[in-house]
T-cell receptor, first 112, second 113 residues
Framework: DAMVIQNPRYQVTQFGKPVTLSCSQTLNHNVMYWYQQKSSQAPKLLFHYYDKDFNNEADTPDNFQSRRPNTSFCFLDIRSPGLGDAAMYLC???????????FGSGTRLTVV | GQQLNQSPQSMFIQEGEDVSMNCTSSSIFNTWLWYKQEPGEGPVLLIALYKAGELTSNGRLTAQFGITRKDSFLNISASIPSDVGIYFCAGQLGETSGSRLTFGEGTQLTVNP
């Protein structure tokens, strides 16, 4: 089945130690998004790629970076995770407007 | 930026009851979507609405796109235990905004058998 796959499902990292979360898709969608979601809150958009064009949200901390080496893969890099960065990180893809998103199952990040 | 007000924040109901939740916005959206999220999983699309006034059903779920384009509601009829989860509304403005979704704060639904 075509889908959005996030690895790992659970990630524990040390305070200040760089961590990378990955997302892959078999849908061939040209738009990929990274959202941060904290305890039952609404997902918050961090950034998105429209093909190779990177679009950062104004309030996304510099600590968060992203790479999209090809259509299928997108990575979220957290350069120096703090305790406040513990959250569920959701990857989503879309064909673009007006189509909705397909979300992955998320990566639960714990910072110790 | 745009904000969505979703209510109620939580609901505790008995199996078999009908459920209604809604979202309002201070500005218009061109698309409204409803997602369900279960614990430890990503949101799953339930219903997408593309035209003002549109009423769409998906099994026991019915959603409407408000005439003013500033609101939407979701109804669930004859609830069952597997309806438990968080329901999010989301608005989408258009291509120029990167097709980004603006999410409501969610409605936590609990269904007692």
């Amino acid at each position: 089945d075509a889908m959005v796959i996030q690895n790992p499902r659970y990630q524990v990292t040390q305070f200040g130690k760089p961590v990378t979360l990955s997302c892959s898709q078999t849908l061939n969608h040209n738009v990929m998004y990274w959202y941060q979601q904290k305890s039952s809150q609404a997902p918050k958009l961090l950034f998105h790629y429209y093909d190779k064009d990177f679009n950062n949200e104004a309030d996304t901390p510099d600590n968060f970076q992203s790479r999209r080496p090809n259509t299928s893969f997108c990575f979220l890099d957290i350069r120096s995770p703090g305790l406040g960065d513990a959250a569920m990180y959701l990857c989503a893809t879309s064909r673009g407007y007006p189509y909705g998103y397909t979300f992955g199952s998320g990566t639960r990040l714990t910072v110790v | 930026g745009q904000q969505l007000n979703q209510s109620p924040q939580s609901m505790f109901i008995q199996e078999g009851e009908d459920v209604s939740m809604n979202c309002t916005s201070s500005s218009i959206f061109n698309t409204w979507l409803w997602y369900k999220q279960e614990p430890g999983e990503g949101p799953v699309l339930l219903i997408a609405l593309y035209k003002a006034g549109e009423l769409t059903s998906n099994g026991r779920l019915t959603a409407q796109f408000g005439i003013t384009r500033k609101d939407s509601f979701l109804n669930i009829s004859a609830s069952i235990p597997s309806d438990v989860g968080i329901y999010f509304c989301a608005g989408q403005l258009g291509e120029t905004s990167g097709s980004r979704l603006t999410f409501g704060e969610g409605t936590q639904l609990t269904v007692n058998p």
